[in-house]
């Protein structure tokens, strides 16, 4: 919503006569009003939320439709007279679940500012957050008022996914190889996250914020825009550091294959964007670019989910500059330092099982092979349902503590940065998943009180412990430095040990050593992501 003339902030002033929302920020594209994060004292563990200012729906890029479908971002238009930033901007068709708050659209492209800063020139941290699959950077699960307590800007964004984030074709590519030498596609979320990136690199100043000390930070398919923002070319010289939650495995774990940071090859992207396009009943791209938003979703899904089309990254040796695994040995992502981990409901791990020694058994015979069914078994033994129960749900969370540091370790050939790993497992109240995949955002972000859940005491307690940690990385690079009477949560060595967060604190084994053991010669064996 655009306006030429500012509203009276009624009472404003007598609650912070310094912040943001009480002046117009200048952007490269506009001018933007803000307005109060807050308007009541309602905000869990804040202490300053009265000076905190959020901006809304920020375009940072043109529109996806029409002609721009399956292209690069291009760039927003500028635009006359004051941009109303109170509501939501529209959200990316496939990126929701359909709920009613929001206006599905494929102008999609705009992000949300939260910033405690009195002035254009107080320089503050940013960190921009990427949110995992079915959201929206509107969901009240990624509010930034928490961080931005901590003297933080926190910017969220929405980016394309599904088909329209992740086609590819050959005419695509041709289209895209006049533009950029690359004749490849498939990559067009991945574009889209980091044009929001640049823009906040480009615009962020306006709002307080320190262009030159952007953190990345993502948790699920976040994690995954996380990790290749850490790895492209594309965003070279843009961060100076990365979060990646539930994220980073060993490059040889199959895991790699079917989770969030899975890819695809070009050659297999372009086979399957035939079949979409057929599936579509259209012969071209002119003519995809035709049809309506509900088409191009339905068109993806099949009678079974061997019919169904997951789309995801594409190794396109452009915006994903190689194979995870060259990646990391040949020294390719920036050195920055790093903080990931991992929960313990996750992943293949799931609270309050139920498998019966049968369905145990059989799924070590479709996961390993020979021996190997063996020696997994001998470590992870199992007599009856609750013992089987237990061994599975073990061995998936063995598999990603013991996968997240053997990431690390390769990480530290090449590079100097530090790695902090972490190992979640608090479960939220209210509810019967344990420690589940996502489970840590609201703690981390320290804000309980954007959700609904029957917080505890117990709860804001973790959550100011896990916040000063992940605010303190965001400022300083590491998270002690800043931390205030939290647990030493020393870098990652050659010691196999992880940092226990949630129900405890401190440094804890990865796994048994005969099992880390075991991980690393199975994974020896299989073929490298």
């Known amino acids: 919503m655009l306006r030429n003339t500012l509203p009276i902030l009624c009472g404003l ?34 202490t300053n939320w009265k000076d905190i200012t959020v901006w809304k729906g920020i375009p940072f890029a043109a529109t996806t439709g029409g002609s721009n479908r399956w292209k690069a971002p291009q760039p927003a238009s500028a635009w ?25 659209d494929e102008d999609c492209l705009n992000l949300n500012i939260w910033s405690p800063a ?54 695509l590519s041709a289209e895209f190889e006049a533009v950029t030498g690359s004749n490849s596609s498939g990559n067009w979320g991945m574009l889209d996250q980091f044009a929001a990136l640049k823009w906040i690199h480009a615009n962020i100043e306006a709002f307080g914020g320190d262009p030159n000390h952007i953190t990345v930070q ?8 996380t990790q290749h923002i850490l790895y492209s070319d594309l965003t070279k010289g843009l961060i100076v550091g990365a979060i990646i939650e539930s994220g980073v495995r060993d490059p040889h774990d199959p895991l ?10 070009l050659e297999d992207a372009l086979e399957d964007g035939n079949t979409y396009l057929s599936n579509l009943g259209v012969s071209s791209i002119a003519e995809a670019r035709e049809l309506s938003m509900e088409a191009l979703i339905n068109g993806a899904t099949g009678t079974t989910r061997e019919d169904t089309i997951m789309f995801e990254a594409v190794l396109d040796y452009y915006a994903m500059p190689d194979t995870y695994l060259n990646i990391l040995e040949k020294g390719l992502a920036h050195d920055v330092p790093v903080i990931t981990g991992n929960n313990k409901d996750e992943n293949g791990a799931t609270y309050g099982l139920e498998l019966s020694l049968a369905e145990y058994l059989q799924d070590l015979n479709e996961t390993y092979s020979g021996e190997w069914v063996d020696r997994f078994l001998e470590l992870y033994p199992a007599n009856d349902s609750t013992t089987a129960a237990g061994a599975y749900n073990s061995m998936f969370t063995d598999r990603s503590k013991v996968g997240t540091w053997f990431w690390t370790q390769l990480w530290y050939e090449h590079k100097s940065s530090r790695v902090w790993n972490y190992f979640w497992d608090h479960a939220p109240p209210g509810q019967t998943s344990g420690a589940y995949h996502e489970s840590e955002i609201n703690y981390v972000l320290n804000n309980l009180y954007a959700t609904d859940l029957p917080w505890t005491a117990e709860d804001y307690a973790i959550a100011k412990k896990m916040n ?5 990385f965001i400022k300083t690079g590491n998270p002690n430095t800043l931390s205030k009477g939290a647990t030493e949560w020393p870098a990652v060595g050659t010691a196999q040990e992880v940092q226990h967060v949630g129900d405890g604190w401190g440094q804890i084994p990865i796994a048994w050593s005969k099992k880390v053991e075991l991980f690393k010669e199975w994974f020896a064996t299989l073929v490298a992501y």
């Open 80 to 104: 006359n007279g004051t941009l109303d930033a109170r509501n939501w901007g529209n959200v990316c068709p496939s990126a929701t679940t359909g709920n009613n708050d929001y206006t599905i």
């Open 256 to 265: 790699c294959t079917s989770l969030a940071e899975a890819y695809t090859t």
């Open 468 to 472: 000063d940690y992940w605010a303190s």
């Open 13 to 46: 002033a007598s609650v912070s006569t310094a912040a943001l929302y009480e002046t117009v920020v200048e952007t490269k594209y506009g001018a933007v009003q803000g307005y109060p994060a807050f308007n009541s004292s309602n905000t869990g563990n804040l």
């Open 118 to 171: 009195s002035s254009a020139d107080a320089k503050l941290p940013v960190v921009m957050w990427s949110y995992p699959a079915e959201s929206t950077a509107a969901d009240p699960l990624f509010d930034g008022g928490g961080m931005a307590d901590q003297g933080i800007v926190f910017v969220n964004y929405n980016y394309r996914t599904g088909p329209f984030g992740w086609l590819a074709h050959s005419e």
């Open 218 to 225: 993502g948790q699920s398919a976040g994690s995954a825009a």
